[in-house]
């Protein structure tokens, strides 16, 4: 198994609701979304998980939602 992998992070994202809040620069609807991601911790061998809100548009969502 010496597979390697790029990331061992994991992101859930879901979404939490329409604000109404309007983008100026793509004019989408801006998204709240809860987003979990799971850090490994090689030292101690365990996991964390890191959780967090990010305002998403058509222009970052990429970025966020991986
Ligand atoms: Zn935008």
Redesign the pocket.
């Known amino acids: 198994m010496a597979k390697k992998q790029k990331s061992f992070t994991d992101k859930i994202a879901k979404g939490t609701g329409v604000r109404g809040q309007v983008?100026p620069?793509?004019e989408?609807v801006?998204r709240e979304i809860k987003v979990i991601r799971a850090a490994r911790n090689e030292e101690k061998d365990s996991w964390r998980f890191l959780e967090s809100v990010e305002k998403v548009?058509?222009?970052?969502e990429k970025e966020v939602l991986g």
């Open positions: 983008c620069v793509c989408q801006i548009c058509k222009c970052n």
